[in-house]
């Protein structure tokens, strides 16, 4: 790719890895500094909440103003918000500093999350999309691998005020790269004719009507909440079960951490390789992710947690490939990009969710127990959706049958 197609994904790959530094610290941080597994997952739904319900903010946003601008913003306002979580940590003290600046560069993210999305088509019109969306990835995945490797090589030398301050050079970093996409491109954005009369809350409006009615889409979004449950729980608690309860160093935490993104990114090139049906993928996706939450609530060992581990943010994103072709294909192409900020968002506020509950139930050694009960109603949710949705298919069929046979007899009439 060119210059500036390699400017705009640099500006990606140091936006992400500055992101995956800050959702390392956090419950690391937090733990061995309580350790109590209660306020790593008391701080992650702090930290997690925001990024997911401004989605629908976000899209309206790129509707009425250049999404260049809400990119440059976000990555912008991130460097901020470091400094200022690092500077209020120095005058008062607390690491509520971290979890504050966190969930701010949380919602910055997603703001930049979708002003790249919304980009992407207008940026690449002479490359194949197919390319171009093999590059993001490529760039996103290094971030992800590289991320927690670089934070705790750095907790090893340095505080974590000091790391923050990496995560805040890396977010100048990606607004430097994507300002100098802009001059080598001389992109301009190209706003559609109604984004300036659209009102607020049309979106929203239009995007809950079609998870009402549109056939499918709200049992794609109850799957998915169902399996962000287990993702939220094991974001919340791999600190903690790694550090405190199978008592490893945080050499072994990075480790782990480092693991599960090589391991996404295996399955992401197989799944590239080897054609799979769309079915296959959201059934083998599910059962792996529910085993993975049950193996590592329920084993003894750091090994055992490890695979459990590695299934669930593995097959993650297998999971995500066939929520996304699925629901492609379900969503009007109009209506796209605000049906689906309104998804990701109910998609996601499990996530939240779960961290919620480790910190009101994991206490007192119940860590395991939580995690296991969580994973046992992911399982149930994936049932009851499924039945559902097989009577639904029945009812839907015995209409068409008796629709058509009442056919010949309308013929006559």
Same mark, same amino acid.
């Given at each position: 790719?060119?210059?500036?197609?390699?400017?705009?994904?640099?500006?990606l790959f140091f936006s992400?890895?500055?992101?995956?530094? !800050?959702?390392?610290?956090?419950?690391?941080?937090?733990?061995?500094?309580?350790?109590?597994?209660?306020?790593?997952?008391?701080?992650?739904?702090?930290?997690?909440?925001?990024?997911?319900?401004?989605?629908?903010?976000?899209?309206?946003?790129?509707?009425?103003?250049?999404?260049?601008?809400?990119?440059?913003?976000?990555?912008?306002?991130?460097?901020?918000?470091?400094?200022?979580?690092?500077?209020?940590?120095?005058?008062?003290?607390?690491?509520?500093?971290?979890?504050?600046?966190?969930?701010?560069?949380?919602?910055?993210?997603?703001?930049?999350?979708?002003?790249?999305?919304?980009?992407?088509?207008?940026?690449?019109?002479?490359?194949?999309?197919?390319?171009?969306?093999?590059?993001?990835?490529?760039?996103?995945?290094?971030?992800?691998?590289?991320?927690?490797?670089?934070?705790?090589?750095?907790?090893?030398?340095?505080?974590?005020?000091?790391?923050?301050?990496?995560? /805040?050079?890396?977010?100048?970093?990606? &607004?430097?790269?994507?300002?100098?996409?802009?001059?080598?491109?001389?992109? *301009?954005?190209?706003?559609?004719?109604?984004?300036?009369?659209?009102?607020?809350?049309?979106?929203?409006?239009?995007?809950? #009507?079609?998870?009402?009615?549109?056939?499918?889409?709200?049992?794609?979004?109850?799957? /998915?909440?169902?399996?962000?449950?287990?993702?939220?729980?094991?974001?919340?608690?791999?600190?903690?079960?790694?550090?405190?309860?199978?008592?490893?160093?945080?050499?072994?935490?990075?480790?782990?951490?480092?693991?599960?993104?090589?391991?996404?990114?295996?399955?992401?090139?197989?799944? #590239?390789?080897?054609?799979?049906?769309?079915?296959?993928?959201?059934?083998?996706?599910?059962?792996?992710?529910?085993? $993975?939450?049950?193996?590592?609530? !329920?084993?003894?060992?750091?090994?055992?947690?490890?695979?459990?581990?590695?299934?669930?943010?593995?097959f993650d994103k297998m999971?995500?490939?066939?929520?996304?072709?699925?629901?492609?294909?379900?969503?009007?192409?109009?209506?796209?990009?605000?049906?689906?900020?309104?998804?990701?968002?109910?998609?996601?506020?499990?996530?939240?969710?779960?961290?919620?509950?480790?910190?009101?139930?994991?206490?007192?050694?119940?860590?395991?127990?939580?995690?296991?009960?969580?994973?046992?109603?992911?399982?149930?949710? $994936?049932?009851v959706v499924t039945l559902?949705?097989? $009577?639904?298919?029945?009812?839907?069929?015995?209409?068409?049958?008796?629709?058509?046979? *009442?056919?010949?007899? &309308?013929?006559? &009439?």
């Amino acid at each position: 790719m060119r210059t500036q197609h390699q400017a705009f994904f640099a500006s990606l790959f140091f936006s992400r890895l500055a992101d995956q530094i !800050l959702l390392f610290l956090v419950p690391l941080v937090v733990f061995q500094t309580t350790q109590q597994p209660t306020w790593s997952g008391i701080a992650f739904f702090i930290e997690a909440l925001p990024r997911y319900i401004v989605f629908p903010v976000c899209g309206a946003l790129c509707d009425r103003m250049s999404p260049i601008t809400v990119l440059r913003a976000s990555q912008r306002f991130r460097a901020i918000a470091c400094a200022a979580g690092i500077a209020g940590f120095v005058t008062v003290g607390g690491i509520g500093w971290l979890i504050a600046l966190s969930a701010v560069c949380g919602t910055l993210t997603s703001q930049g999350l979708v002003a790249r999305e919304v980009l992407l088509p207008q940026v690449f019109t002479s490359e194949r999309f197919e390319k171009v969306l093999s590059y993001a990835q490529i760039a996103d995945q290094v971030g992800v691998v590289l991320g927690p490797m670089l934070a705790g090589l750095l907790l090893g030398w340095w505080r974590w005020e000091y790391v923050v301050c990496v995560a /805040a050079v890396l977010f100048v970093a990606a &607004d430097g790269a994507t300002l100098l996409w802009q001059r080598i491109s001389a992109f *301009e954005w190209t706003a559609h004719e109604h984004a300036v009369a659209v009102e607020w809350l049309a979106p929203v409006k239009t995007a809950l #009507a079609h998870v009402v009615r549109l056939p499918g889409l709200a049992r794609l979004v109850a799957l /998915a909440a169902a399996e962000n449950l287990v993702i939220g729980v094991t974001l919340a608690t791999s600190a903690a079960m790694v550090t405190g309860a199978h008592r490893r160093p945080d050499a072994f935490y990075t480790f782990v951490q480092t693991a599960g993104a090589v391991a996404t990114i295996v399955i992401l090139l197989l799944i #590239a390789r080897v054609q799979i049906p769309r079915k296959a993928l959201g059934l083998v996706s599910f059962l792996a992710i529910f085993a $993975g939450g049950l193996m590592a609530g !329920l084993s003894p060992s750091a090994w055992g947690y490890v695979a459990g581990f590695l299934l669930i943010v593995g097959f993650d994103k297998m999971f995500s490939i066939y929520i996304r072709s699925v629901r492609q294909a379900i969503i009007p192409a109009k209506d796209y990009g605000k049906t689906l900020g309104v998804v990701i968002m109910l998609n996601n506020l499990t996530q939240p969710l779960a961290g919620l509950l480790v910190g009101t139930f994991a206490g007192n050694g119940r860590m395991s127990a939580v995690v296991v009960a969580i994973a046992l109603a992911m399982g149930a949710m $994936g049932l009851v959706v499924t039945l559902v949705s097989m $009577g639904v298919g029945r009812r839907r069929t015995s209409a068409t049958v008796a629709s058509s046979r *009442e056919r010949p007899m &309308d013929r006559t &009439d």
